[in-house]
């Protein structure tokens, strides 16, 4: 009888596109997240086109510290692919580590970026001090929350993979859903790198 519900389970969580439930609404939650970063993305483009001058990015970020920062977040990919394979080989100290490696590399980006953000509060510039300063702060201020809710969910997932949860057939999907979402998290920042600190 247990045979039978758990046969019945797989059909019943991919639900009828033949996708799984959980990935299906991973996707269209990123989708809206792309159209949400798109709008600001063609924000920042027209109220730069629009502006009489426009500071180089250069000139005034730390590239080195978002550099510094692109590596961070690229790494953190690597060790979020590397739990979830982890997982797949029911590795439970392999997946813990490289999860609890991706959540520390997501620490990090938090750090460097706390320390860009103080020094530029110290020389006093903040959101209302231009339009550049403000999309500036609002496009790397809502990134950075999506960085803290993408180290949320992993956090998550590292405490659960350390119990029962480990052995749920379906654990290996979530880590996947979050990798997708950190990975989203990421190529994000590749675009947002270019166009503030090097444009």
Do not use: Q
């Amino acid at each position: 009888m247990r045979a039978d519900a758990a046969s019945n389970a797989g059909p019943a969580e991919e639900g009828s596109t033949g996708i799984p439930n959980g990935k299906l609404g991973t996707w269209l939650f990123l989708a809206s997240e792309i159209m949400l970063f798109s709008t600001l993305f063609t924000t920042y483009i027209v109220l730069r086109t629009a502006s009489p001058s426009w500071p180089r990015g250069w000139e005034v970020l730390n590239v080195p510290l978002a550099t510094l920062n692109t590596f961070i977040l690229i790494a953190s990919s690597v060790t979020i692919l590397l739990a979830y394979v982890r997982a797949l080989e029911r590795d439970r100290a392999g997946f813990r580590a490289f999860m609890a490696a991706t959540i520390a590399l997501g620490f990090a980006f938090l750090c460097v970026k706390g320390f860009e953000y103080g020094a530029k509060f110290s020389h006093g510039h903040w959101p209302r001090t231009s339009i550049f300063y403000a999309v500036y702060f609002t496009l790397t201020g809502l990134h950075m929350l999506h960085v803290i809710g993408g180290m949320i969910w992993n956090s998550g997932l590292l405490l659960w993979g350390g119990g029962e949860g480990f052995d749920d057939p379906l654990f290996t999907g979530r880590i996947e859903y979050a990798g997708l979402y950190w990975h989203f998290v990421d190529i994000v920042w590749i675009f947002l790198f270019p166009a503030l600190y090097l444009l």
